[in-house]
């Protein structure tokens, strides 16, 4: 991937591995070690099409429980 702009706000994007979250079958996940595209001034990120084909696959394997979490964190929830 390029270097680019950001649909959002103009600014530049630079490449990053980056943490996403996802809320699957209520419990959330953190997949690691995704490359995205973030804008080095409001932090939008912009996957791939390969990636959001590696993320769909990785969420399909955590529904189907074929892959194992490689750490567990506390996640403290508070409200607005
Ligand atoms: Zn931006």
Partial sequence: ???GK???CGGDTKEDIV???EMIE???YIIKGVKAEVCVQCGERMYSLD???RIEKVREEI???VIKPIE???VAV???
């Fill in 1 to 3: 991937m390029k270097v």
């Fill in 6 to 8: 950001c649909p959002i």
């Fill in 19 to 21: 943490e996403v979250q």
């Fill in 26 to 28: 209520g419990e959330a």
């Fill in 51 to 53: 990636e959001m084909r």
């Fill in 63 to 65: 529904r189907n429980r």
């Fill in 72 to 74: 567990v964190r506390k």
């Fill in 78 to 80: 508070v409200s607005l």
